[in-house]
């Protein structure tokens, strides 16, 4: 049995079971890869029961608040504001408090919907989804007030832009 098993292994060019299990996960060649790599696949579990947002949802959430923080920097820079550790904090504070504000609603509406309170978990679960999405609302007004300082036009510009374009289309 052991010789047929060698000999599959050597039909598709593997001399041991090792190059196998490398070929079918690569990054374990790199020994610094895999811890990092159990740590991402653990925080995506985490970030989904404690958020309620899936991996992909949740880097999206990131580069969004990554992108303010960066055009914040910029605008900071173009009107010659000194960047402090205190505004970079109070960045990291709303940052938790945001994370905080999603997590919440979530976790109670699925708590409730363990109980059987359907009711209460729909509210929560609606009071989850209107959350995040004015989050990321917020976030982005904020990124295009930075952008329209760094490219050297009035802080509402963007804003005004996008919310005529809104209204023509609602027209």
Known sequence: MKTYFLRLLQTFEYTDWAHLGQSLAPSTKYQAMVPASIMVSTLAMYIDRVFGLDAYAFGALLMVLITELVSGLGAARVRKDQISSLKLSRFSFKVFYYLVIIAVPY???????????????????????FLVMQIVQENIVSILENVAVISGKPKTHWINHLSDKIQSFLK
Request: charge should be negative; avoid cysteine.
């Open 107 to 129: 976790l109670f509406s699925v708590s409730f919907l363990a109980h059987d309170k359907t009711a209460a978990s729909v509210v929560f679960d609606y009071i989850h989804v």
